[in-house]
């Protein structure tokens, strides 16, 4: 048997034991909570010991136990992985994407413009990737207002481009 580590008990178990709040009394859900905490028992019986029968609230029991379990700078830490990854040499662009969007989520892409999102997927992208998307986007603008610049060139040769037109 695999032993439980803190990101797993954080991630798979704290969702299964807030769906469990259907039990009927407070503190049925509270000890229902840390039964199910399994070889964290041990780690959380100060804060079961202390609790009475006024505070047997498990919504803030699960709270301190994410607190205490959980990766505290999660979103961060995805957010310094987003800006740092880059397209392997030999990755293909949908395997990129595909890895790309996994950290967005995790970085709490919600709080995002589209206008970021775009700029760190075109930073990763691989030199030929990001002339493609590039010329695609130069052959779908019909109209162009008035002062608007023309896309600069890739350093690549332009006929990579124009091939994927």
């Known amino acids: 048997m695999v032993a439980a580590t803190r990101e797993t008990v954080a991630n798979t178990r704290l969702p299964a034991l ?67 990854m880059r397209q392997g040499q030999h990755e293909s662009l949908h395997a990129y994407v595909s890895r790309w969007e996994c950290t967005l989520f995790e970085a709490g892409s919600q709080h995002f413009s589209d206008h970021v999102r775009i700029i760190l997927l075109s930073d990763g992208l691989r030199n030929e990737s990001n002339c493609r998307a590039r010329a695609t986007c130069a052959a779908t603008v019909r109209w162009r207002p008035y002062g608007h610049q023309r896309p600069t060139r890739c350093r690549h040769s332009t006929t990579s481009a124009r091939r994927s037109l």
């Not at 009394?25 to 229902?32: C, I, S």
């Not at 905490?37 to 019986?45: D, H, P, R, S, V």
Request: glycine share 6%; net charge positive.
């Open 18 to 84: 807030r769906s469990r709040f259907a039990i009927g009394q407070l503190m049925a859900q509270f000890y229902y909570v840390y039964s199910r905490l399994g070889t964290f028992q041990a780690t959380f019986l100060p804060y079961v010991t202390r609790a009475t029968d006024f505070n047997h609230q498990p919504a803030a029991f699960l709270t301190y136990i994410s607190d205490t379990l959980g990766e505290t700078h999660k979103e961060r830490r995805a957010g310094l992985n987003l800006v740092k």
